[in-house]
């Protein structure tokens, strides 16, 4: 409880700082995070996109499906592929939305079939091979998962892809360079990925990824480690 309170006590006067310097602040002096929040927060991502019937969406990172969610509200008749290998948030998935709009894939993707261990902090469930400095000192609960190789994606997704949204807590420097080497990325027309912190490498390990991004599609806007969104070249895709 003490170690609580004392906790609190530090967080607080951090909060009050942050939340002054995001309202009062000249924009050029805000850190990436707090434009992003200025610039209306998720809705910067919803309103990049213009309204598409029957659109299809592919979502890595489902969690308790929130983000499916929300598109939902604004692409009518969409369809969703939603990837979330944690079997519990999977599930939730599932019962959450109906089968014939939401197909849920309960597993991770790599370049081979594979188990590996996460572990389950909420919405920074991680897996054990990819760890921030801010979750050294976590220590949730461990749990295997299913990867299955990204050759299978060629048949699993839609021929055109309107949304392709990735948030998976570091794994994007993986599964992003396999996108493009199975040319998936190419059947995308809109592409929102948010970077995370994984060490010192991690400018150099985006700068890699956008290249191979940048073969296909051009970088719209990005907030540095919160969101970025990349438009397809030549769009192929109404």
């Known amino acids: 409880m003490v170690k609580k309170c004392l906790v609190a006590l530090i967080a607080t006067p951090i909060r009050i700082s942050t939340w002054l310097r995001g309202q009062f602040f000249p924009y050029s002096w805000l850190p990436p995070v707090l434009r992003f929040k200025r610039d209306g927060w998720n809705e910067r991502i919803y309103n990049s996109v213009p309204p598409v019937e029957g659109a299809s969406v592919v979502i890595f990172g489902g969690y308790l499906g929130q983000s499916t969610q929300d598109w939902m509200h604004r692409l009518p008749g969409a369809t969703f592929d939603v990837f979330e290998p944690v079997p519990t948030f999977a599930e939730q998935i599932r019962l959450r939305f109906p089968e014939n709009e939401v197909r849920v894939h309960p597993y991770g993707v790599s370049q081979i079939y594979e188990t590996r ?21 976590d220590h949730g609960a461990e749990v295997p ?61 985006i700068a890699n990824v956008r290249d191979e991004i940048m073969k296909s599609h051009e970088l719209v806007w990005s907030y540095h480690l919160v969101w970025e969104y990349w438009r397809l070249r030549v769009p192929t895709l109404q």
């Open 117 to 137: 261990n996460f572990r389950i902090l909420g919405d920074a469930t991680f897996s054990e091979g990819v760890l921030t400095p801010f979750k050294r000192g």
């Open 145 to 205: 998962v299913e990867f299955r190789a990204a050759s299978e994606l060629e048949r699993i997704l839609p021929s055109r892809i309107y949304i392709l949204e990735v948030n998976i807590e570091g794994g994007e420097y993986e599964l992003l360079p396999l996108l493009v080497r199975h040319e998936v990325i190419r059947r995308v027309h809109h592409v929102f990925v948010q970077f995370h912190n994984v060490g010192k490498d991690t400018d150099g390990l």
